[in-house]
C-alpha cells in the first residue's frame, strides 16, 4: 500500500517534472519604450525562433506568443537554442518606434540587431550585426544585458567571456564602431543571468548571481572604474597599490584578479536570499523615481522575489500575493523586466499557467493585480469588453515624458543617419533579390514557410554552422556581407582584430 503510494507519488512527480519542463519558456526581455506599451519578446524553447509583441499595441501589451510575430533574423545568425535575449527600445521624433535586440549564435557570436516598428505591429529588420569579432571570445550560454543610455553615450552591451568574466561592449554615433571595453569583473564563479540598468550615462549597474548565496553588483565609479560589491555577504577589501607606493584597501574592481575575491565570512549577513540557489536563468534590475534600486528573479519555489536597496545595504522586499505575482510555471524560471526612472513603475513579464503575464507596479509603488497579456486584438476587445483590461490600459499610457523626449531628441540625427543608410541598404537588398529572383530575407507574410526548413533542428547546437562568414567591417548591416571564408580563415582574422582592435575599429 505505502509502496504503491510512493510509486505513484513517484509517478506523479516524474509526470510533472516533465509536464513543467516542457511548459518552459526561452529568455525572455522586455523593454519599455515610453509611448506604447512595454514590449516583450521570447524565445520558443521549441524551435529556437524569437517571438515579439505586436509593436502597435496601444496601452496594452499584444503577444501572439506564436510564429506570427517571429523576427526575421538573418539565416546566418539564427540564435542559439537557450540563448539569451537583451533588448532596448524608444522612439524616434518621428514618431517610429525602435528596438535593439541582442542575442547568441550557434557559433556563440553576439547579434546586435536593430528593428522598426512597422504598420502592421511586426518589427522589420534594420540591419543585424555581429558585434563579438573584436573580443577575446564569448563564452556558450553567455548572459547578455544592454543599456541604451543616449545619442552620445550609445549603447552597451554586457556579456561573460571564456573565464565567466563580464565584460562590455560599447557603440555610440560618435564612435560609429563597436568597441571592446574590457572587464567589468573578473569574479568568474557565476551564473549567467545579468542585468544592467542606469541613472545616468555615468552611473550604470550590473548585477550577476555569485553562486548559491550571493548576487554581485558593479557599479561605474568615477566614469573610469567598476567597484564590485556582493550581498547578502560582502566580498572582502582587496589590497592595491596607491599613487604614493603605499597599500590601500578599498573594494575589488574591474582590475581584481579573479583570485583574489572571497566573501568575508566574518560579516554575519543576517539575511539570505529568499528561494535561491544561484542557478536562475533571470535576474533584472530596476531603478524608480528615488533611484532605488531593486532586483527580481523567479526562486526555486517558482515565485517572484524581490531585493531592494536601502541606502548602501540591501535587503529581500516583502512578498506580494499571488493575485499581484502569480506563480510562474516552473521554478528559477524565465522573467523579463523593465522600468521607468522617472515614475518608478516596473513591470515583470513571465509564463504563468501557459500564458505570458504582467506584473505591474504603478507609480505610486503600489503593486496592482496582474494580467494575461491578450493574442490579439480580438482578445483584448473580448477582455476590455469584460471589464478585464485595467491594469493593462494603464501599462504604457502617458508614461516617460520627460526623459523619453530628451533621449528621443538626442537620438534623432542617430536614426536619421540610419535610416538614410538604411535607403541605401534596403534598396541594394530589393536589387539583389530581384537579380536572384529569390526572397532571401523571408517574409513577415508567410513566416512559417519562409521559417520551415531554414531552421536548425539540432537541439545541442553541435552541428556546425551551415556557412561560416566574417563581416567586412564593423557597421555594415549582415545582409550587406556576401563573403564567405573557411573556418581557419575566420580564425586568422579574429586573431588579428583581437591582437589590433584599435585598428580593426577604424575600418
Ligand atoms: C492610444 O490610445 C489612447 C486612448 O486609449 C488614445 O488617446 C491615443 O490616441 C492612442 N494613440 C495612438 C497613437 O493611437
Ligand atoms: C582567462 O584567464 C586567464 C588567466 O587569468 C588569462 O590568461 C586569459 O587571457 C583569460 N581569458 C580571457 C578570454 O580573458
Ligand atoms: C563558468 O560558469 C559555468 C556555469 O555557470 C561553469 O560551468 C564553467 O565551468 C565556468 N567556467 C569557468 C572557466 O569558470
Ligand atoms: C565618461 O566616460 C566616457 C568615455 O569613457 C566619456 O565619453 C564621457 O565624456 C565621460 N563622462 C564624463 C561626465 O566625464
Ligand atoms: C571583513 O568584515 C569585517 C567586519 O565588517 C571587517 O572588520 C574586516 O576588515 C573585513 N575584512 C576584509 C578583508 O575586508
Ligand atoms: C594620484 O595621483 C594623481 C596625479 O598624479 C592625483 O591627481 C591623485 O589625487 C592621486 N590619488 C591619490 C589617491 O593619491
Ligand atoms: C573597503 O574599502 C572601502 C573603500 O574603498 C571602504 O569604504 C570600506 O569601509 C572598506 N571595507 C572594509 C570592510 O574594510
Ligand atoms: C592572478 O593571480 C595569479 C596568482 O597570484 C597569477 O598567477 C596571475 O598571473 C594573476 N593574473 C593576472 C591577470 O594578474
Ligand atoms: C546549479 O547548477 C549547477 C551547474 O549546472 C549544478 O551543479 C548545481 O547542482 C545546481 N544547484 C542546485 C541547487 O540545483
Ligand atoms: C539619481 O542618481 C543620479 C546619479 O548618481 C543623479 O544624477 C540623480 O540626481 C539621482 N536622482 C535622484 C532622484 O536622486
Ligand atoms: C493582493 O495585494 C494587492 C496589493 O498589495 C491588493 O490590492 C489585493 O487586494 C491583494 N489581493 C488579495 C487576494 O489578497
Ligand atoms: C489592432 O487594432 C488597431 C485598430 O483597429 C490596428 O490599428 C492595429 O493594427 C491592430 N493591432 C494588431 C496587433 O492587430
Redesign the pocket.
Known amino acids: 500500500m505505502a509502496c504503491r503510494l510512493v510509486r505513484a507519488t513517484v509517478i506523479f512527480a516524474a509526470s510533472w517534472t516533465l509536464l513543467v519542463g516542457l511548459a518552459q519558456a526561452g529568455a525572455i526581455a522586455v523593454w519599455n519604450p515610453d509611448v506604447y506599451a512595454p514590449q516583450v519578446i521570447m524565445q520558443d524553447d521549441a524551435s529556437g525562433i524569437i517571438f515579439s509583441s505586436r509593436c502597435n499595441s496601444n496601452g496594452s501589451t499584444i503577444f501572439p506568443n506564436d510564429v506570427s510575430s517571429a523576427l526575421d533574423i538573418d539565416k546566418r545568425l539564427l540564435p542559439r537554442r537557450k540563448s539569451r535575449l537583451a533588448a532596448v527600445g524608444w522612439w524616434s521624433e518621428d514618431g517610429d518606434q525602435w528596438a535593439a535586440i541582442q542575442h547568441q549564435t550557434k557559433d556563440n557570436a553576439i547579434v546586435h540587431s536593430l528593428w522598426m516598428c512597422n504598420a502592421d505591429g511586426q518589427f522589420d529588420s534594420m540591419g543585424q550585426w555581429i558585434i563579438s569579432y573584436i573580443t577575446p571570445g564569448v563564452r556558450p550560454n553567455t548572459g547578455l544585458a544592454s543599456v541604451i543610455l543616449s545619442r552620445n553615450a550609445g549603447f552597451r552591451v554586457y556579456y561573460q567571456d571564456n573565464n565567466n568574466s563580464t565584460c562590455a561592449l560599447s557603440y555610440s554615433a560618435i564612435q560609429g564602431v563597436w568597441k571592446y571595453d574590457g572587464v567589468v569583473s573578473h569574479d568568474g564563479a557565476q551564473g549567467s543571468a545579468i542585468s544592467a540598468a542606469w ?2 550615462p ?2 550604470i549597474h550590473i548585477a550577476r548571481p555569485r553562486g548559491e548565496h550571493e548576487i554581485e553588483v558593479a557599479r561605474l565609479h568615477n566614469n573610469v572604474t567598476w567597484e564590485l560589491s556582493t550581498f547578502p555577504t560582502p566580498l572582502e577589501n582587496v589590497t592595491t597599490l596607491s599613487n604614493s607606493s603605499t597599500l590601500v584597501k578599498s573594494l575589488p574592481s574591474d582590475s581584481t584578479n579573479s583570485t583574489e575575491f572571497a566573501l568575508n565570512t566574518t560579516v554575519d549577513a543576517s539575511w539570505t536570499l529568499e528561494a535561491w540557489d544561484g542557478n536562475t536563468t533571470s535576474i533584472w534590475y530596476t531603478i524608480d ?3 532605488k534600486s531593486s532586483i527580481f528573479y523567479i526562486g526555486t519555489d517558482a515565485l517572484v522575489h524581490q531585493v531592494e536597496q536601502v541606502g548602501e545595504s540591501w535587503r529581500m522586499a516583502p512578498a506580494q500575493n499571488a493575485s499581484v505575482w502569480p506563480p510562474a510555471d516552473s521554478r528559477n524560471s524565465e522573467l523579463g523586466a523593465t522600468y521607468s526612472i522617472l515614475t518608478g513603475e516596473a513591470w515583470l513579464y513571465y509564463m504563468s499557467g501557459g500564458h505570458m503575464v504582467a506584473a505591474y507596479r504603478s507609480s505610486n509603488s503600489q503593486w496592482e493585480d496582474a494580467r494575461v497579456l491578450g493574442k490579439s486584438n480580438v482578445t483584448t476587445a473580448e477582455l476590455q469588453s469584460q471589464g478585464g483590461l485595467t491594469l493593462q490600459a494603464k501599462i504604457g499610457v502617458g508614461v516617460g515624458i520627460g526623459l523619453g523626449v530628451s533621449a528621443i531628441a538626442g537620438f534623432l540625427l542617430f536614426v536619421v543617419l540610419l535610416r538614410r543608410r538604411q535607403a541605401r541598404v534596403d534598396e541594394e537588398k530589393w536589387q539583389a533579390s530581384s537579380a536572384k529572383g529569390s526572397s532571401e530575407d523571408g517574409s513577415a507574410e508567410s513566416p512559417s514557410s519562409a521559417w520551415g526548413s531554414n531552421w536548425p533542428r539540432s537541439s545541442d547546437g553541435s552541428q556546425s554552422p551551415v556557412s561560416v562568414w566574417i563581416p567586412e567591417a564593423h557597421s555594415r548591416p549582415v545582409h550587406e556581407l556576401e563573403e564567405q571564408v573557411r573556418t581557419h580563415e575566420l580564425a586568422d582574422q579574429e586573431r588579428i582584430s583581437v591582437a589590433i582592435p584599435e585598428k580593426a575599429a577604424q575600418h
Request: proline fraction near 0%; avoid cysteine.
Open positions: 541613472t545616468t555615468e552611473d523615481s528615488a533611484n
